[in-house]
């Protein structure tokens, strides 16, 4: 197993990055592709307004990212405080089974707990066990709320 550097995410990073995004949007999730200048711009305003969101990357070897974790924040009024939504978590295939999901969650959840957040939120798909037994692993509750959606 190679080490791992997680860190957050830099210009520099932004073409790897945005491969790693097509990976998990359209290889992983099956969405539409995005436009590269919609995700492009999506990076450069996280890396711009930090206030509104965060990613975390994962670097194998120097400059070779194999994954990462976006966060956005938004705010708690139960508790009045920020709260973070935990939107991405995604690991290269052929880099899961050695930790980096793990170290991805614990990145995220230190950022939270050192910023005084109040909590992490996120949601997985129902059939994706392999990403609810990471979160089960990491100590994870399932939550007490119902979430809905509409389009």
């Given amino acids: 197993m190679k080490t791992v550097n997680i860190r957050r995410a830099t210009k520099e990073d932004i073409p790897q990055l945005m491969d790693l995004m097509y990976q998990y949007i359209v290889d992983f999730y099956k969405c539409p592709r995005p436009s590269e200048d919609d995700l492009k711009g999506l990076i ?3 890396l711009d307004h930090p206030y509104e969101g965060i990613q975390f990357v994962a670097e194998e070897d120097p400059n070779k990212l194999v994954g990462f974790a976006t966060l956005y924040f938004t705010f708690n009024t139960l508790e009045v405080k920020r709260m973070a939504f935990l939107y991405d978590l995604f690991v290269r295939p052929d880099t899961r089974g050695q930790k980096v999901g793990e170290t991805l ?5 230190s950022y939270i707990r050192d910023h005084n957040y109040s909590h992490m939120l996120w949601e997985t798909a129902h059939d994706n066990v392999t ?8 100590g994870a509750q399932k939550a007490a709320w119902l979430n809905y959606e509409i389009k």
């Fill in 44 to 46: 450069i305003h996280l």
């Fill in 105 to 109: 969650f614990q990145t995220c959840l």
């Fill in 131 to 138: 990403a609810q037994a990471l979160y089960d692993k990491m």
